[in-house]
């Protein structure tokens, strides 16, 4: 039987992402991307979820260079699953995303361009 471990998620910057210097030359920059869920809640309300990444050395730089808050980014890669002791003997699973793709989408004003053309076009019908 094959088995698969991927994710795929496509959202907003929620602010500018920013590129840090960890240990041996490696860079990295933590973003946390807006999702909306296809529901609302019961106050007629969107659902949105906050999910944080980790993008790595070329992905990172790319990010920073390209990508501002307002930004639709999609990220794919897959979960790691690292166990964790939290005392007692006691063990957690915690599962991580390894972005390993990034695209930039759109830029926050292309967005609302596009979003605008495509209501303008609705009302002549």
């Not at 639709?72 to 964790?84: R, S, T, V």
């Not at 957690?92 to 609302?112: D, G, M, S």
Request: aromatic content about 8%; overall charge positive.
């Amino acid at each position: 039987m094959n088995s698969i471990n991927k994710f795929c998620v496509m959202g907003r910057l929620v602010k500018n992402p920013e590129i840090k210097e960890v240990g041996n030359g490696n860079k990295v920059a933590n973003i946390t991307l807006a999702v909306d869920r296809n529901y609302k809640d019961k106050d007629g309300k969107k659902v949105t979820d906050f999910l944080n990444y980790a993008l790595w050395n070329k992905d990172a730089e790319r990010v920073c260079s390209f990508s501002k808050q307002g930004a639709i980014i999609c990220l794919e890669g897959y979960f790691n699953d690292k166990e964790i002791e939290i005392g007692k003997g006691k063990k957690i699973h915690t599962f991580n995303p390894i972005v390993e793709t990034y695209k930039h989408i759109a830029n926050a004003k292309t967005q609302e361009t596009e979003n605008k053309k495509v209501n303008e076009e609705e009302m002549v019908k």
